[in-house]
C-alpha cells in the first residue's frame, strides 16, 4: 500500500542541529496531511509537526521557533529542521502520512534522536 521510511536520526550535542527526512512511496496517490511524531519510553507518543499538501503547518509549543517542518509534493518527502536540540527532544521520531483513501494513515518505523553532550 503505503510505504513510509524516515532517515537523519542520530546523536547531537544539546544546541545542535538535525534535519530528518520521511519518504511515501507505493500508493501513494492523494496525500494530503504528513508530520512528525515523537515518543518517549513509557510515554505516549505526541504530536511534533504537521504540514498539509498546501503548505499549512502546525507545531506543538514545545518546538516552536526551534523546528521547521516542510515538504516536497513532487517527491512525496516530509523534512523537518531540528535546531537548537535540547536533551528533552530526545525520543524515537515517527512519520505519519495521511490519503484520501481508505487505509488513509501510515506510519515509518520510527528514527531515533539522542540528544546529549
Known amino acids: 500500500q503505503v510505504q513510509v521510511v524516515e532517515s537523519g536520526g542520530g546523536l547531537v550535542q544539546p544546541g545542535g542541529s538535525l534535519r530528518l527526512s520521511c519518504a511515501a512511496s507505493?500508493?501513494?496517490?492523494?496525500?494530503?496531511?504528513m508530520g512528525w511524531y515523537r515518543q518517549i519510553p513509557g510515554k505516549q507518543r505526541e504530536l511534533v509537526a504537521t504540514?498539509?499538501?498546501?503548505?499549512?503547518?502546525n507545531y506543538a509549543d514545545s518546538v516552536k521557533g526551534r523546528f521547521t517542518i516542510s515538504r516536497d509534493n513532487t517527491k512525496n518527502t516530509v523534512y523537518l529542521q531540528m535546531n537548537s536540540l535540547k536533551p528533552e527532544d530526545t525520543a524515537v521520531y515517527y512519520c505519519?502520512?495521511?490519503?484520501?483513501?481508505?487505509?488513509?494513515?501510515?506510519w515509518g518505523q520510527g528514527t531515533q534522536v539522542t540528544v546529549s553532550s
Open positions: 507505493g500508493s501513494i496517490f492523494s496525500i494530503t496531511t
Open positions: 505519519k502520512v495521511e490519503r484520501g483513501s481508505l487505509p488513509n494513515r501510515f
Open positions: 504540514i498539509t499538501r498546501g503548505g499549512l503547518t
